[in-house]
T-cell receptor
Framework: NAGVTQTPKFRILKIGQSMTLQCAQD?????MYWYRQDPGMGLKLIYY???????DKGEVPNGYNVSRSTTEDFPLRLELAAPSQTSVYFC????????????FGSGTQLSVL | AQSVTQLDSHVSVSEGTPVLLRCNYS??????LFWYVQHPNKGLQLLLK??????LVKGINGFEAEFKKSETSFHLTKPSAHMSDAAEYFC???????????FGAGTILRVKS
């Protein structure tokens, strides 16, 4: 039981490049989330999913896309990377709504130069 | 709308002395409140949560928090700090729109030997 697995751990992108951050969970959780963490700002919700095939925007969705084709996987796509997307990205999951405990991955540190 | 304010960005204590991390919240609904901890280069881990049961909530590693509705506060305490408590702590509120947690900006706890 690995929990929530994120890859890669670190990545440097050039402006305008694209990439996909991978997230997988093996706990059969319905809910999955993507957050970004900027210094002194706490975590901001980018996108979330309440089950396979269902996704919705969070607070800061611009510049990102997601898909949820299976219960286990919830990739985050960055199109046309910009310096403002330099951040630490966390994937999280929970079995039910967010009044339940969230399980977090270990994060992806992304720099856009 | 929900919001949360962590009153101190940094707290420094000596090992063996009490810890107090302060959090005030605002919510139009009966809130659920959480404290999460993040150790360096790790994902967030749930310390404790309040969901309208007992106002004094006990969590892992000797931490506890008290929900005070009249003061709209949810401060985190520990009687005796340990070096391993050095981390960043996030106060989180949920309520109303149940899919969206709101994170505070975080408090970095330093423990001196």
């Amino acid at each position: 039981n690995a929990g929530v697995t994120q890859t890669p751990k670190f990545r440097i992108l050039k402006i305008g490049q694209s990439m996909t951050l991978q997230c997988a969970q093996d706990m059969n959780h319905n809910y999955m989330y993507w957050y970004r963490q900027d210094p002194g700002m706490g975590l901001k919700l980018i996108y979330y999913s309440v089950g396979a095939g269902i996704t919705d925007k969070g607070e800061v969705p611009n510049g990102y896309n997601v898909s949820r084709s299976t219960t286990e996987d919830f990739p985050l796509r960055l199109e046309l990377a910009a310096p403002s997307q330099t951040s630490v990205y966390f994937c999280a999951s929970s079995y039910w709504a967010t009044n339940e405990k969230l399980f977090f991955g270990s994060g992806t540190q992304l720099s856009v130069l | 709308a929900q919001s949360v304010t962590q009153l101190d960005s940094h707290v420094s204590v000596s090992e063996g002395t009490p810890v107090l991390l302060r959090c005030n919240y605002s919510s139009s609904y009966s809130p659920s409140l959480f404290w999460y901890v993040q150790h360096p280069n790790k994902g967030l881990q749930l310390l404790l949560k309040y969901t309208s049961a007992a106002t004094l909530v006990k969590g892992i590693n000797g931490f506890e928090a008290e929900f005070k509705k009249s003061e709209t506060s949810f401060h985190l305490t520990k009687p005796s700090a340990h070096m391993s408590d050095a981390a960043e702590y996030f106060c989180v509120v949920s309520g109303g729109d149940g899919n969206k947690l709101v994170f505070g900006a975080g408090t970095i706890l330093r423990v001196k030997s």
